[in-house]
């Protein structure tokens, strides 16, 4: 009987056939019985037809010849069969990887159990074969029987095909080279290609992706370059668009062949709490270092990195070490008060700026909308303030911004590519019609980054038309599909990337991996997924990373970020500090709630330390959160409460701060917890402190010191006891501070706190000098010398030192203890307490050289302004007036006058303050202001103060002619002169006699009444 008689309405069709075979069955098996292998071969042979059902073939199972045979094309035809047989066949070859972990896990080693598949495509006779009972459907013809030879020929895992098409799908798939087989009753030879897996889209077409349009934009930020190199001035473009405008390429573009450094840095932070995130990328880049590299050899590179950019700089090079958590430099800053870190930080990124604004270098501030406050700080104070003379150029989605609304900038708009341009693009590699190069124009509104996405697409997935699918919805829906259409091994090695970050460094990864990752970055970087620039990882896009982000599943999710915190915590424990914001996000992340809040609160503690407040309350607030949700965490959050208090107490929102304190006191009352509730009343006393209110004050701490001496807390008494000496120091009766003073040093050392006794004396001894006690004051600075640890108080006790000899006028030993102050404030790097010294050396100093004084006061002047500290511009410009005044240059001690009696008002610092107003009555000769100084001091309890002043109305007074007057001012004078010199013995007598504004007082009244003192 012929073929054809038995075929009834057969067709001719054209489809894939597709043999697997499974080899090494009976080896595999050959101890189980025949029966058990009969359905272990049903069972491996399902799991195949199932792949074959994922792409729709059809399946004809023959068990007795461990053999299956799918059908793409028949009955059902897709325009992409082929395509479909092959994908079929490389997930068939996975199996076999899968089977043998399993059967390995069954303890079965070296599995030998395999696959091997043959295809071919070509034409079938398809149809229902045979008689009425025994009809059924099926194929025959050559192709057929091809495609079963090529299934026998091949070695476990080969799989073989007669590539008809092989060139048509060799963008998609690697195929071996072709070989010319002969087969059995053919009498021509047959070419036979090895399917050996996907391919990856060339890498150099992607990167061909030309660059189209956007001429006006580029000629603007060129234009403004040429500007800012010929005028050497602050430049500023804003260049603003939404996601994938090409925003950053217009940048890519803008700095090539540029020989000006321009650095392009990102903002971008993850959500994280990461501060001065484009500050450390850019000293990263500048010095090339790595989160790997060690300590030293950090050190090394910023230090010397700075040296070459401009020596000056070496000086900032602890504080950018700081900011990398290196503990050599951290040891340093703690000396410097958290007020001023911030401030000191900033100043150094100024700096910096300044020596790059030099070498002409253009600074690019990409995603500005995802900028931290700090480092917004640097920027305001370098454009604003500094006028640092520097081209910036930001980059940022639509939003917003005071900064940006309150410079002098360009503004760049990017909207979509025009349609000339888009086509353009469209039709570089011959993918699309015309008609669909339309359709995407028209979807994509222009977005290039819309159009490259689908272009890729289309360039991974060459069998399938883009308005098939749904796909041209959005750009996500395109991403999702490219990502969709990894290889699965590479499609999970994506999702890790994804979870390290926008960016990250490949060495990381690795570890974290614990292999060999450099194929798997390549082949991302070829599907132009990634690049990589200097062993950091990008994603080209942040939407890419996004999608695949969001496309893991949840508890997958979780378990990588639970991977990637882990491994950061074991490979840089060293250096966590670094690291505390990264930790907070991915333990958040993956649901370790405890550990989030370990980290976020760290994270708040460290942003603190670089006096980023706003930061830190926000981290504190994100703590408190989690707290709530773990059980055992919950009593902390009193604790927590407090802190945000505290931070608002030292950014000047009391109220806001009182509010929190109350918040916590309410918890606490009810948990029972008297330290919290104690502490939250002191705060609330602050608040009222730094408002100028004292009676409440006063009220708050007293009733919290109550309470700690009531439920026995005594280890919180001391620092009460010398907050409320703080309160009466500002209230101005020393006398009662003083008592609280020496009892709080009586309690520390009690507890043997000798770091807070040594404070404490330092606060005691200055409250001698300004009550004139300088014998006590004396001795109180001798002993505190000889029992202080801290160096940073030892600073201030030797400036008190100074300050003290100065009073009683022994210069010499005043400027050996300035002198000694400043070194040690140079070892400690201590900018504050640099000034300072300097300016009482100088001052100290003058009488022999006094416009060499002025000039070294002026640079101090000049520092104090810069770094922002008014205490010491005060000073500064105290002894500057007054030496103006000693030689006679009227105008200028006045001014310089002025401007410290303005500052010394804003800073509540009233001994100077009256010293100022004393100083102005006797340049202008005014009665009034110094009766108004004379008041304030007698306001202050100063006698200092209150004798200079009254020495100045007396001798005014006598000007004018009003002697009885006059000796009433001198002998009250003189009255407090003697009370404060009969608690003087020897060489401190002695000096402070012989001053000129007391021996004035002196010589008055024995002329006036014809004694000798
Ligand atoms: N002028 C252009 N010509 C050709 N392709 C472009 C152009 N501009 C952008 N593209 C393509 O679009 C992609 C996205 O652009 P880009 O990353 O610059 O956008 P963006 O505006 O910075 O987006 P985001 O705000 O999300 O950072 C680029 O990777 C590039 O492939
Ligand atoms: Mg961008």
């Known amino acids: 009987m012929g073929t054809r008689k038995l075929i009834s309405r057969g067709i001719r069709k054209k489809c894939s056939v597709v043999f697997v075979e499974l080899t090494n069955f009976y080896t595999q098996f050959s101890s189980i019985s025949l029966s058990d292998q009969g359905e272990l071969i049903w069972g491996y042979l399902f799991e195949i037809e199932e792949l074959a059902n994922k792409y729709e073939g059809t399946v004809y199972k023959f068990h007795w010849l461990r053999r299956i045979m799918v059908l793409f094309g028949v009955p059902k035809v897709h325009k992409d069969d082929e395509e479909r047989a092959y994908r079929f066949a490389?997930?068939?070859?996975?199996?076999?990887?899968?089977?043998?972990?399993?059967?390995?896990?069954?303890?079965?080693?070296?599995?030998?159990?395999?696959?091997?598949?043959?295809?071919?495509?070509?034409?079938?006779?398809?149809?229902?074969?045979?008689?009425?009972?025994?009809?059924?459907?099926?194929?025959?013809?050559?192709?057929?029987?091809?495609?079963?030879?090529?299934?026998?020929?091949?070695?476990?895992?080969?799989?073989?095909?007669?590539?008809?098409?092989?060139?048509?799908?060799?963008?998609?798939?690697?195929?071996g080279r072709g070989k010319d087989i002969t087969i059995k009753g053919k009498k021509e030879s047959v070419k036979v290609y090895k399917l050996i897996g996907y391919r990856m889209t060339g890498k150099a077409k992607i990167k061909s992706f030309p660059f189209v349009d956007r001429e006006k934009e580029i000629a603007l930020l060129n234009s403004t370059l040429e500007e800012y190199i010929r005028e050497k001035k602050n430049k500023n473009v804003l260049v603003v668009g939404d996601h994938g405008m090409g925003k950053t390429s217009i940048i890519k573009k803008f700095r090539e062949n540029k020989n000006v450094p321009i650095y392009h840095l990102s903002c971008f932070r993850e959500g994280s709490a990461i501060h001065y995130k484009p500050?450390?990328?850019?000293?990263?880049?500048?010095?090339?270092?790595?989160?790997?590299?060690?300590?030293?050899?950090?050190?090394?590179?910023?230090?010397?990195?700075?040296?070459?950019?401009?020596?000056?700089?070496?000086?900032?090079?602890?504080?950018?070490?700081?900011?990398?958590?290196?503990?050599?430099?951290?040891?340093?800053?703690?000396?410097?008060?958290?007020?001023?870190?911030?401030?000191?930080?900033?100043?150094?990124?100024?700096?910096?700026?300044?020596?790059?604004?030099?070498?002409?270098?253009?600074m690019v501030l990409d995603d500005y909308q995802d900028i931290d406050r700090s480092s917004k700080v640097v920027i305001s104070r370098a454009i604003i303030t500094d006028k640092v003379p520097m081209m910036y150029v930001f980059v940022s989605l639509p939003?917003?911004?005071?900064?940006?609304?309150?410079?002098?900038?360009?503004?760049?708009?990017?909207?979509?590519?025009?349609?000339?341009?888009?086509?353009?693009?469209?039709?570089?590699?011959?993918?699309?019609?015309?008609?669909?190069?339309?359709?995407?124009?028209?979807?994509?509104?222009?977005?290039?980054?819309?159009?490259?996405?689908?272009?890729?697409?289309?360039?991974?997935?060459?069998?399938?038309?883009?308005?098939?699918?749904?796909?041209?919805?959005?750009?996500?829906?395109?991403?999702?599909?490219?990502?969709?259409?990894?290889?699965?091994?590479?499609?999970?090695?994506?999702?890790?990337?994804?979870?390290?970050?926008?960016?990250?460094?490949?060495?990381t990864l690795e570890r974290i991996i614990g292999e060999d990752i450099k194929k798997n970055i390549q082949d991302l970087c070829d599907y132009g997924i990634l690049y990589v620039n200097d062993g950091v990882a990008y994603f080209a896009h942040s939407l890419v990373r996004q999608v695949a982000y969001h496309s893991i599943l949840m508890e997958e999710r979780k378990g990588l970020h639970k991977l990637v915190a882990e491994s950061i915590e074991k490979y840089h424990m060293d250096r966590i500090e670094d690291f505390y914001e990264i930790l907070a996000y991915h333990y958040l992340n993956a649901s370790v709630t405890e550990k989030a809040i370990d980290y976020t609160l760290l994270s708040a503690e460290k942003a603190k330390r670089f006096y980023a407040n706003e930061v830190a309350i926000e981290e504190y607030q994100k703590a408190i959160k989690l707290m709530g949700e773990v059980e055992n965490r919950k009593k902390d959050i009193p604790v927590v409460l407090e802190s945000i208090g505290n931070l608002y107490n030292v950014v000047g929102e009391f109220e806001k701060a009182i509010q929190y304190f109350d918040k916590s006191i309410k918890i606490s009352v009810k948990d029972q917890n008297s330290i919290s509730v104690i502490t939250s009343i002191e705060g609330i006393g602050m608040s009222h402190l730094y408002k100028g209110e004292y009676d409440l004050s006063l009220q708050f701490l007293t009733r919290a010191k109550q309470l700690a001496e009531s439920k026995k807390i005594e280890y919180l008494l001391p620092r009460l006891q010398a907050n409320i000496g703080h309160l009466f120091v500002q209230w101005g009766d020393f006398f009662t501070a003083l008592i609280y003073y020496n009892n709080s040093f009586n309690l520390w050392k009690k507890i043997n706190n000798l770091e807070e006794q040594t404070q404490t004396l330092k606060n005691i001894a200055e409250l001698h000098i300004k009550l004139g006690n300088y014998q006590l004051s004396?001795?109180?600075?001798?002993?505190?010398?000889?029992?202080?640890?801290?160096?940073?108080?030892?600073v201030e006790l030797r400036l008190l030192m100074g300050i003290l000899s100065l009073e009683i006028g022994m210069l010499p030993k005043a400027i050996s203890f300035f002198e000694e102050s400043l070194n040690l404030s140079k070892k400690i790097g201590d900018r504050v307490y640099n000034i300072r010294s300097n300016i009482f050396l100088s001052y100290?100093?003058?009488?022999?050289?006094?416009?060499?004084?002025?000039?070294?006061?002026?640079?101090?002047?000049?520092?104090?302004?810069?770094?922002?500290?008014?205490?010491?511009?005060?000073?500064?410009?105290?002894?500057?007036?007054?030496?103006?005044?000693?030689?006679?240059?009227?105008?200028?001690?006045?001014?310089?006058?002025?401007?410290?009696?303005?500052?010394?008002?804003?800073?509540?610092?009233?001994?100077?303050?009256?010293?100022?107003?004393?100083?102005?009555?006797?340049?202008?000769?005014?009665?009034?202001?110094?009766?108004?100084?004379?008041?304030?001091?007698?306001?202050?309890?100063?006698?200092?103060?209150?004798?200079?002043?009254?020495?100045?109305?007396?001798?005014?007074?006598?000007?004018?002619?009003?002697?009885?007057?006059?000796?009433?001012?001198?002998?009250?004078?003189?009255?407090?002169?003697?009370?404060?010199?009969?608690y003087l013995s020897g060489e401190l007598k002695n000096s402070f006699l012989s001053l000129e504004c007391n021996r004035r007082i002196i010589d008055k009244m024995s002329k006036m009444s014809g004694r000798k003192f």
């Open 90 to 175: 490389l997930d068939v070859k996975n199996l076999a990887r899968k089977w043998h972990k399993e059967l390995k896990n069954i303890s079965m080693d070296n599995p030998v159990l395999n696959v091997r598949v043959g295809i071919n495509t070509g034409f079938v006779y398809y149809g229902i074969i045979g008689q009425q009972k025994t009809k059924y459907i099926t194929v025959i013809g050559d192709t057929v029987n091809l495609a079963a030879r090529l299934c026998s020929i091949g070695a476990d895992k080969d799989i073989f095909t007669t590539g008809s098409e092989v060139k048509t799908y060799k963008d998609i798939f690697r195929f």
């Open 279 to 362: 500050f450390k990328e850019l000293l990263t880049r500048l010095f090339n270092i790595f989160p790997t590299d060690s300590e030293g050899l950090m050190i090394k590179k910023i230090e010397n990195g700075l040296r070459e950019l401009d020596p000056s700089l070496v000086e900032e090079a602890v504080f950018f070490e700081y900011l990398f958590s290196i503990k050599e430099a951290q040891s340093k800053v703690t000396f410097i008060p958290f007020s001023q870190r911030k401030k000191r930080i900033t100043f150094s990124f100024v700096n910096l700026m300044k020596a790059l604004a030099k070498k002409k270098a253009v």
């Open 399 to 507: 939003k917003q911004d005071k900064l940006m609304d309150s410079i002098n900038k360009e503004v760049v708009r990017i909207g979509g590519l025009p349609r000339d341009y888009a086509v353009k693009v469209l039709k570089q590699y011959e993918l699309f019609d015309d008609k669909t190069i339309d359709l995407i124009v028209e979807k994509t509104n222009g977005n290039p980054f819309f159009i490259v996405e689908i272009i890729r697409y289309k360039m991974a997935n060459p069998g399938k038309e883009i308005w098939e699918k749904e796909i041209l919805q959005s750009v996500y829906s395109v991403i999702m599909e490219r990502i969709d259409s990894l290889p699965s091994k590479l499609k999970s090695f994506l999702f890790i990337c994804s979870v390290m970050g926008i960016s990250f460094y490949i060495d």
């Open 778 to 794: 004396y001795e109180t600075l001798r002993f505190a010398l000889n029992i202080v640890k801290n160096k940073r108080t030892e």
């Open 844 to 982: 100290t100093r003058s009488s022999d050289n006094k416009k060499e004084a002025i000039n070294s006061l002026s640079n101090s002047l000049k520092e104090a302004e810069i770094i922002g500290s008014k205490p010491e511009i005060c000073l500064a410009s105290y002894y500057i007036s007054l030496i103006y005044a000693e030689l006679g240059m009227m105008k200028n001690a006045t001014k310089t006058a002025l401007k410290g009696l303005r500052t010394s008002e804003i800073i509540n610092d009233k001994v100077n303050n009256i010293r100022f107003l004393i100083l102005l009555a006797k340049l202008e000769n005014s009665t009034k202001l110094g009766t108004k100084a004379a008041a304030k001091a007698k306001e202050l309890n100063s006698p200092i103060l209150i004798k200079d002043a009254l020495l100045l109305l007396g001798e005014m007074e006598e000007k004018s002619g009003d002697i009885e007057k006059a000796v009433e001012y001198y002998s009250q004078a003189q009255s407090i002169l003697q009370g404060i010199v009969e």
